[in-house]
Structure formats: structure tokens, C-alpha cells
């Protein structure tokens, strides 16, 4: 979501501000306190008077570009303060509640698949820049049919760059990515539908076998809902689901959830994008996952805090270069106000399908 705020003009911006004051500031009547802060020449001392023609500018010219990692998600905060290392370790806490790792493999240093996995297939609705699509494809010393999908093409195009011959088959891994709108499979071309079929669990001959569907911080941008790729992971492709998603507090003010809906609104999300734990559950239900196996995993405090604190500190050292983060600044104070309120929780969600999950069962055994 944080990505699209970054894009927002000014219009949006102001009704971002004004739906986060009017619901979360306003009802408390607790205004922060703001401090401005103007450099004058009676200010200005021996060292302090070129502060303008030279400072730290320069600084733009020796950023090292490309960048070495492009990660894009919330991150799982535990035990770093970096941010490429963070969004790696929420992809490897997602795989460890999923049951694909070892317990060996429960450090961020030196994960490894489940020994008794044979092959692994995994469609990845969302992939980013292609650094989770480079790392599952080193973690994946086994078969591994991979299909990621994105909406945004400038990040498909980075992600081929980057990736090079990560996505051309080999003996071990098959690598696809595509541009298109996961939320609509209707919609998709008839290359893309053939590569997700060639997923399907049916066709696995071995319990060791298993397929996955991956949503990394992605969900809850999909237009009209989540349901219809749930129910194409459950009925079409018989896998299970392993996903990073926000579910609203029970205990949300009414006052909250409408500012939720506006910022929903304005991160180019489905205004009820946000639903409870319990609605969550019924919906993959629906889509045919049984009730006894979809797991819900708190990780709020490792996510919203730190993610924020990280935000302010990174627009401290951009300033010093003469950048900033810019309306990304937005995004942080929302960040701030999920982290304070809990009126949002980041979930890991899992939901099982029962061929797969008896098998997993075994091989943890």
C-alpha cells in the first residue's frame, strides 16, 4: 500500500491528512506538537555560512545505483534494523509457518527447504522486483515450478532485468514471470493460464509434492476481493495458501474504520479491503478451505513499529544528502497510527488444502 502512497498528488494527499486527523487525531484531542525550525544569517557561524553552496548534495552522485536489493514489503522486524534484510526475513517467517523449512532452516541466515519436500510448486501473486522470485529459486535445491505474477509493468521489467537466467528452465527450476492482474484470472492470456495449470496439485504423483500459493503483502490490493484467486487456488489448482495480509481489529472504533476506508481508497485498495480475522476465515471457507485448517499468526509487533522507526530514520539520513522520502512520510504516519491503535493486524495467514496438509504432517514427523 505504502507504494501507492507514494505516488499520490496533491488533492490525495490532503484528504489522506485530512481523513487520518479527522480519524484518529480529532477523537483523542491529543495534537503534536510541531516545531519549525529556520537557519538565519544571525545563525550562521564560521563553519555554518557555505552551508548552502556545498553541504552534503553531492551525496546524490555517490549512491550506488542500481540498487542491490529492490524488496518491497513491511518486513518482519525481529532481529534487524535493515530493511532489505527485514522483507527477506518476512518471506522466510511465512515459509516457516507454512511448514516448508526445516527447524534448521529457522535462521534468516541459512534456511532450508523440509527434507522429506521432493518438489515444490508455488504461483506468487505479486512478486516485486524479483528478489523474492531470485531468493525462492537459491532455496530451492529440489524441483521447483515457479509462476509469479504482477500488475505493476515497470516492476516486471526491472524484475526480468535483475533476474536474467533465473527465469529460463533448467533441469531443476522452471521460472515464469508475467504482467498481468492476478485478482483477474477471467482476464488472463492464454500463456499465463497454461503455466498456473501446469501447477495444478492433481497432477503431483508423489506426496512429497506440494503446491502453494504465495501472497507477500499483496492481497489486499485486489480488485473486487481476494475470493476469486483464493477459490482458484482451492478448486483449480488443489494448493494451499500462504500469506502476509492486515485483518481490522475487532475492537476498531467506528470512527477508525472510516479513516480506514479512506486510506484503503486512496492506496488504490477495495474500500472493504480491511476485514476481521472471523470475516477473513469465512471467506476462504468459502472458497472451499476447510475451517480446522487455516492458522492465523500475530507478527503486529515485529511489523508496523519498527517499519515506521526504520522510515523516520532513513528520511533523516536522506536529508542529509539533500533527499527525502517525500509522501512516502504519509505512509509512515499511517504506519505510526496502525502500530499505536492496533485498529490493524499484519497476519501471516496459512490455509491448508488436506491431501497437502496430511503430508506435510508426515514429513514433520
Request: hydrophobic content about 45%; overall charge positive.
Amino acid at each position: 500500500m505504502w507504494a501507492f502512497l507514494s505516488c499520490l498528488n496533491t488533492a490525495h494527499l490532503l484528504c489522506v491528512l485530512a481523513g487520518f486527523a479527522i480519524g484518529v487525531l480529532a477523537p483523542s484531542l491529543s495534537w503534536p506538537k510541531i516545531r519549525f525550525a529556520r537557519q538565519t544569517p544571525t545563525d550562521w557561524g564560521v563553519g555554518k555560512r557555505n552551508d548552502r553552496l556545498y553541504s552534503l548534495d553531492h551525496g546524490k552522485l555517490n549512491i550506488e545505483l542500481p540498487p542491490k536489493s529492490m524488496w518491497m514489503n513491511m518486513g518482519f522486524w525481529r532481529d534487524t534494523d535493515d530493511f532489505p534484510t527485514a522483507c527477506q526475513a518476512l518471506l522466510i517467517e511465512v515459509l516457516q509457518k507454512a511448514k516448508l523449512l526445516d527447524d534448521a532452516g529457522k535462521s534468516p541466515a541459512a534456511p532450508k527447504l523440509r527434507k522429506s519436500l521432493k518438489s515444490l510448486s508455488i504461483l506468487d501473486l505479486g512478486y516485486g522486483c524479483g528478489d523474492q522470485t531470485a531468493f525462492l529459486a537459491q532455496l530451492a535445491r529440489i524441483p521447483l515450478k515457479y509462476v509469479g505474477i504482477t500488475l505493476n509493468y515497470r516492476q516486471y521489467r526491472f524484475a526480468q532485468n535483475r533476474l536474467g537466467p533465473c527465469t529460463s528452465q533448467d533441469k531443476k527450476r522452471e521460472v515464469q514471470i508475467f504482467c498481468e492482474d492476478a485478482a483477474q484470472a477471467r482476464w488472463w492470456p492464454e500463456d499465463l493460464h497454461r503455466a498456473v495449470a501446469s501447477l495444478n496439485a492433481k497432477e503431483q504423483s508423489s506426496s512429497q509434492s506440494e503446491t502453494w500459493v504465495l501472497a507477500l503483502d499483496s492481497l489486499y490490493h485486489f480488485h473486487p476481493s481476494r475470493k476469486p484467486v483464493l477459490s482458484l487456488a482451492s478448486q483449480d489448482l488443489n494448493a494451499s495458501v500462504m500469506a502476509f495480509d492486515l485483518l481490522l481489529s475487532d475492537a476498531a472504533w467506528f470512527h477508525q474504520r472510516w479513516a480506514l476506508k479512506l486510506v484503503a481508497w486512496m492506496g488504490e485498495c477495495p474500500v472493504h479491503a480491511f476485514m476481521t480475522r472471523e470475516r477473513y476465515a469465512e471467506m476462504l471457507v468459502e472458497a472451499g478451505y476447510d475451517y480446522g485448517r487455516i492458522e492465523f499468526h500475530d507478527v503486529t509487533e515485529d511489523v508496523f513499529e519498527p517499519l515506521a522507526r526504520y522510515m523516520r530514520k532513513r528520511s533523516d539520513e536522506l536529508r542529509d544528502v539533500g533527499l527525502g522520502l517525500g509522501s512516502l512520510n504519509v505512509a509512515r504516519l499511517v504506519f505510526e497510527w496502525w502500530a499505536r491503535s492496533r485498529v490493524l493486524e499484519a497476519v501471516i495467514v496459512v490455509a491448508r488444502r488436506p491431501a497437502l496438509d496430511a503430508g506435510a504432517t508426515k514429513g514433520n514427523g
